[in-house]
């Protein structure tokens, strides 16, 4: 029963384009590495799934030393102790060990014709801190003044002037590993123009850096982010949990604000510079004919 659900939620991803493409541009970005995997898996590896995999993977992985119980707000911690040993205490099993192996330095170009797509959708991968790192939160404010919805640089470049109908860049923190992540959807006759905008915006970043306007914006917008994430239930729960599972460390929003305000425009910079903005993989997924020549 189970598996029929998964593959329908597969299938229903495949019908989405910018589901499809970000799951192939991870897959090339990271070839031969964990953090190429699909979450969901494959139709072939699902339909092949036996019980007793399923039962041996549970009984290695859920095990108290692969598990976090995270709770926030207004409670009795020495109430919740109690409640968790009561639930849990009897559990067994041994540690869980992961392993992390390096990044691949995986560049491919590769067009996925669909013509049944009327869009040309892009995808950019390129290296950014890993979640552990320290430049964590000026890589955020790099994603921020480059490809923010509105008021960031590709706004301005290529939605505002019709050149594309989306354009974002996405800092994605992972464990032991990062990625910049760019997507871009226009029509096909423009993908190749808009392609040329995003190079030579990565381009001059690199060369001139961020203006003190752009950086205090940017702080502004991932600072009430942080606040309205804060006030949410399981937004706090989840930066709580990822924190400790990532840095085994609890740090209060405030003091992640402050953090991230505390970053320069230098320290943004050293970032892009560092990681090289556009030394990425590109992925186009649709009609592709303008992308021949750079794919």
Known sequence: TEKQVILEEIALYEDRPEFRLYEKLMAAYFAGHPLGRSVLGTGES?????????????????????????????????????QVQAACG??????????FPDVPSNRPRACVTDPKLSRQHLGLAGRAPAAQADQRYAAQLLASILGD????????????TAIAEDASVHYDAMDQAGAMLTFVT???QRSAQALAIVRDEFKRFCDEGATAEELTAAKNKLASAAVIGGEVPMGRLTAVGFDWVYRRTYTPLAEQIDAMMAVTANEVLDVARRFDLNDTALLGLGPCAELQGVC
Do not use: H, K
């Not at 995270?70 to 409670?75: H, I, P, R, S, T």
């Not at 919805?149 to 505002?160: F, K, W």
């Open 46 to 82: 699902i339909r092949a799934l036996t019980r007793e995999a399923m039962a041996d993977y549970f009984a290695r992985r859920y095990s108290p030393a692969n598990m976090t119980v995270v709770a926030v707000g207004n409670l009795d911690w020495e109430a919740l102790q109690r």
């Open 149 to 160: 919805d509105t008021g960031s640089r590709l706004y301005y470049a290529l939605v505002e």
């Open 90 to 99: 009897r559990w067994t099993g041994g540690a869980a060990e992961r392993a």
């Open 186 to 188: 226009s029509d096909p």
